[in-house]
C-alpha cells in the first residue's frame, strides 16, 4: 500500500516570497491533517480536513496561510507572504474516519517538506 | 488550545535499563490517547494506542490514569534502537470528529 506523499522534500525561499505544498494522502482515507513542526518541538495542527470539509483549522494563521482539498483527495498548503518564523517541516498525515466505538485513528505521516526561509 | 506537556529530557540510559515517561494533558473530556516514535529528521509514527485499562506490546506498557490526566509509556530492557523522540497524542471530541494535540516530545537516548 502507498503511503501518503507528499512535494517538495525540500524549499528554500526569501522572505516575502510565496510557496506551496502537496499532499496525496493513503487512498480511502477520509481526514487529512497538515502540521507545522518547528525543530524541538511537537508537530503543531494547522488545518484538518474531513472529506473536503474542514474540522479544525484554529491553529492556522489565515492572513498568511491557506489551505484546501478539492475532491476530497490531495490538498495543497501555501504560505503567502512568508516569513522567518515560519522556517519548519511541514507534516502531512491522513487517517480513516473512526469508525463506530473508537475515538480517533492511526494517523500515516508522509516525509515531510523542510522549509527554509531566508 | 488545550494543553499536552511532556518533559522533553534528554533521558539518557545505558542498554537494558528500564526508562518512563509521563505526559500529562489539561482537557478532561479527552478521548483517545496514542504515543508515536519520531526518529531523527523522520516522520512520526504510531508505536501504540494507550486504552484505560493499560496494554502491553513486547517491552513497551502504556497506561492511563483519567483521574490524574496522564499516560505514561514504560520501556523495559531498553535497545539502543529505542533511541528516538516519543511524542505523546491526546484527541480530543469535536462535532463528530477528534482534533488531535501533540505534545512536545520526550528525547530517549539508549547508549552501549
Known amino acids: 500500500e502507498a503511503g501518503v506523499a507528499q512535494s517538495p522534500r525540500y524549499k528554500i525561499i526569501e522572505k516575502r516570497q510565496s510557496v506551496a505544498f502537496w499532499c496525496n494522502p493513503i487512498?480511502?482515507?477520509?481526514?487529512l491533517y497538515w502540521y507545522q513542526q518547528i525543530l524541538g518541538q511537537g508537530p503543531k495542527l494547522l488545518i484538518q480536513?474531513?472529506?473536503?470539509?474542514?474540522?479544525?483549522d484554529s491553529q492556522l494563521p489565515k492572513d498568511r496561510f491557506s489551505a484546501e482539498r478539492l475532491k476530497g483527495v490531495d490538498s495543497t498548503l501555501k504560505i503567502q507572504p512568508a516569513k522567518l518564523e515560519d522556517s519548519a517541516v511541514y507534516l502531512c498525515?491522513?487517517?480513516?474516519?473512526?469508525?463506530?466505538?473508537?475515538?480517533?485513528?492511526?494517523?500515516?505521516f508522509g516525509p515531510g517538506t523542510r522549509l527554509t526561509v531566508l | 488550545r488545550k494543553e499536552v506537556e511532556q518533559d522533553p529530557g534528554p533521558f539518557n540510559v545505558p542498554e537494558g535499563a528500564t526508562v518512563a515517561f509521563n505526559c500529562t494533558y489539561s482537557?478532561?473530556?479527552?478521548?483517545?490517547f496514542f504515543w508515536y516514535r519520531q526518529d531523527c529528521r523522520k516522520e512520526p509514527k504510531l508505536l501504540m494506542s494507550?486504552?484505560?485499562s493499560g496494554n502491553e506490546d513486547g517491552r513497551f506498557t502504556a497506561q492511563l490514569n483519567r483521574a490524574s490526566q496522564y499516560i505514561s509509556l514504560l520501556i523495559r530492557d531498553s535497545k539502543l534502537s529505542d533511541s528516538a523522540t516519543y511524542l505523546c497524542?491526546?484527541?480530543?471530541?469535536?462535532?463528530?470528529?477528534?482534533?488531535?494535540?501533540f505534545g512536545r516530545g520526550t528525547s530517549l537516548i539508549v547508549h552501549p
Open positions: 480536513f474531513q472529506n473536503n470539509g474542514v474540522v479544525d
Open positions: 482537557n478532561s473530556a479527552s478521548q483517545s
Open positions: 498525515a491522513s487517517s480513516l474516519i473512526p469508525t463506530s466505538g473508537r475515538a480517533g485513528d492511526e494517523q500515516f
Open positions: 494507550v486504552y484505560s
Open positions: 497524542v491526546v484527541n480530543e471530541a469535536s462535532g463528530g470528529s477528534y482534533i488531535p494535540t
Open positions: 487512498s480511502g482515507h477520509a481526514t
